[in-house]
């Protein structure tokens, strides 16, 4: 598979929300052609009526839907910086560009 | 023993360390001591450790001396230090999964790991080295520093549990816990002639484990004998409601299986693991391996997987999917680095792309390019299809084998900064992947050392919940072998 293109590698970064510098975008570009060239011998697998194997254990055991003690909230937003905590809310920037949050 | 020899426990096992401090032969804080000296020592050298808990250890030492003072139960592992791989939450201890995102972040509770050790009465030293967010086969991805291998400090100990296996080699800690995606135990345990056991997915608890490919993580023991590795899974093991794919079977006893021998026990050595690639000491020490157990009895035969080769593809869309998805997390808002930024947009792109690295943005844009919109039959469940091909080749093979016997990696460990480009350092994982993506269990042991000193390792993979089987026939390389009494003599 060829590079992928400048355009491409800032669509999927933006899907990513991963701000890249323009010699990362670049680089990017090369690495990634390089690496999904090597999936091409999955494509040429027949996989007809193959189910998809999604975990490796077959059965997923559920807890109980009742309340129990969790994680205290004081504890829970410890790791905030001092700036970023009002009350027991979090601040975060606006969601408008231009906004004072 | 006494406090004045520093060196005399460097080496003890997790049984005689356990042992000794019942015993009252040595107290708790006598281990710990020795063990942060030797730290103190050696670390700036090996760069094995990201934060070791002194303070901590101390206290945790002077509890378990106090209960056996009291006449109280200490626990399996009373005494014993540990380290644990830092992508392991630890309440109040700094956990950074190597990540320059987490820097400086404080967990506000243990994972199942760090709490299970705890109860057992082991001494968490530290948080050791690790490719950031697991994702990598050397540490040099590590976000703050290189590890070394103990045996030469200008190769790499493997990764990306290698501060994990690099400790345990130097005698830095007693044994240590990793986690393996693709490897990530049992590579660097080969690299650095320690023992290294991927439990079956499920059978550790994942509650606490900073995630990196949901499908494929499993915590799991790294060792400087089988026996303190089934030690280990014995504490780790068994259900935990926090992780709905924690599986319910009870628990075996480990330690019971070690003494079984092989003999009659059916090892298939697939054909596939030994192709043109295979370094020529590797491959003399394996063959050695397998004379050894034919000797003991062992009924050896020649099996196929003919999926192999697909494992790395496979592998290298599945795990960046899933680590593209688990990765969101670290948008700079409720813990770890955040940066500046007029918006919200800008916000989560500016903070992930100033705290993730190179490797690790690499793979969360090979994932992203996988699962996006019209790409993902193509790419993700494609794998996933061979996924269960590979699956099947391994249930095909365990309905004639009990054990498959492989090298654990393709070559001996490889000098630092040696390899640059991603796909050849994806190509160091390229034996122990498809374990993952079956889910099944996988031991690597020592098999010998090359002319130059660097050790091999031996892997074998068994069915589904049989570490029993793995603890066996490693115990009875283990034997055949006979270097378990060997340490890199810097660090003797």
Redesign the interface.
């Known amino acids: 598979m060829a590079d992928l293109s400048r355009t491409e590698v800032e669509q999927i970064a933006l899907l990513a929300r991963l701000h890249l510098e323009p010699a990362e975008i670049e680089a990017m570009g090369a690495e990634l052609g390089a690496i999904l060239a090597h999936f091409a011998t999955l494509a040429a697998v027949d996989t007809t009526d193959v189910p998809a194997m999604t975990h490796a254990t077959e059965t997923q055991t559920l807890r109980a839907d009742v309340v129990e003690p969790s994680l205290p909230v004081e504890d829970a937003l410890s790791g905030l910086p001092a700036k970023a905590r009002s009350g027991d809310l979090i601040v975060v920037p606006s969601i408008i560009p231009g906004h004072e949050s | 023993m006494s406090v004045a020899d520093p060196k005399g426990l460097a080496y003890w096992t997790v049984a005689d360390t356990a042992r000794r401090v019942a015993a009252g032969e040595v107290t708790a804080e006598d281990v710990v001591e020795q063990t942060l000296a030797r730290i103190t020592e050696h670390d700036a050298t090996l760069g094995a450790f990201l934060e070791v808990d002194a303070s901590g250890a101390r206290a945790a030492a002077r509890l378990v001396d106090q209960k056996r003072a009291a006449g109280a139960p200490i626990g399996p592992l009373g005494g014993v230090p540990i380290a644990l791989k830092d992508n392991l939450v630890t309440k109040g201890l700094v956990t950074t999964a190597g990540s320059k995102i987490l820097a400086g972040?404080?967990p506000?509770?243990d994972g199942a790991a760090a709490e299970r050790l705890r109860a057992a009465g082991a001494i968490l030293v530290g948080k050791t080295n690790l490719d950031e967010f697991g994702m990598g086969s050397s540490t040099e991805r590590s976000a703050y520093k290189p590890a070394k291998n103990p045996w030469d400090t200008s190769r790499v100990p493997g990764g990306s549990s290698g501060g994990s296996a690099a400790a345990v080699a130097a005698g830095l800690c007693a044994a240590s816990l990793g986690t393996d995606t693709g490897g990530s135990i049992r590579q660097p345990a080969a690299l650095c002639g320690v023992v290294g056991l991927k439990p079956t997915?499920?059978r550790v608890s994942r509650w606490g484990v900073i995630a990196f490919a949901s499908?494929?993580d499993q915590v799991g023991p790294l060792a400087r004998t089988v026996a303190d590795a089934a030690a280990l899974l014995q504490v780790l093991a068994g259900?935990d409601?926090?992780d709905?794919?924690?599986?319910?079977a009870p628990v075996p006893d480990y330690g019971a299986a070690l003494a079984g021998g092989v003999a009659g026990v059916k090892v298939g050595v697939p054909k596939e693991y030994f192709g043109p690639g295979i370094d020529a000491d590797v491959r003399a020490a394996i063959d050695q391996v397998i004379h050894q157990l034919r000797d003991a009895g062992a009924a050896i035969s020649e099996v196929s997987l003919p999926?192999t080769?697909?494992a790395?593809?496979?592998y290298?869309?599945v795990a960046p999917a899933e680590a593209?998805s688990n990765l969101?997390r670290y948008?700079g808002?409720?813990?770890?680095a955040?940066a500046d930024?007029?918006?919200?947009?800008?916000?989560?792109?500016?903070s992930?792309?100033?705290g993730?690295g190179?490797e690790v943005?690499?793979r969360?844009?090979?994932g992203?390019?996988a699962l996006?919109s019209g790409y993902y039959d193509?790419?993700y469940?494609?794998?996933?299809?061979?996924?269960?091909?590979i699956?099947r080749d391994f249930d095909a093979a365990f309905r004639e084998v009990d054990v498959l016997l492989t090298p654990t990696t393709p070559a001996p460990a490889f000098p630092l900064g040696s390899v640059s480009?991603?796909?050849d350092m994806y190509l160091a994982d390229v034996f122990t992947l498809a374990c993952n993506?079956?889910?099944l269990p996988g031991l690597s042991v020592p098999a010998g050392f090359t002319p130059a000193g660097l050790p091999i390792g031996a892997q074998l993979l068994g069915k589904p919940l049989d570490e029993a089987m793995l603890l066996r026939v490693g115990s009875a390389i283990e034997g055949a072998v006979g270097l378990a009494d060997r340490h890199p003599e810097a660090f003797a």
């Open positions: 972040w404080v506000p509770y997915y499920g499908s494929l259900h409601p926090r709905a794919t924690s599986l319910t999926h080769g697909l790395l593809p496979a290298y869309l593209s969101a948008d808002l409720r813990y770890g955040r930024a007029p918006d919200l947009l800008q916000t989560y792109m500016r992930r792309g100033a993730f190179p943005k690499r969360i844009m090979l992203t390019y996006r193509a790419y469940r494609k794998a996933q299809q061979v996924r269960t091909l699956k480009s991603p796909l993506l079956a889910g």
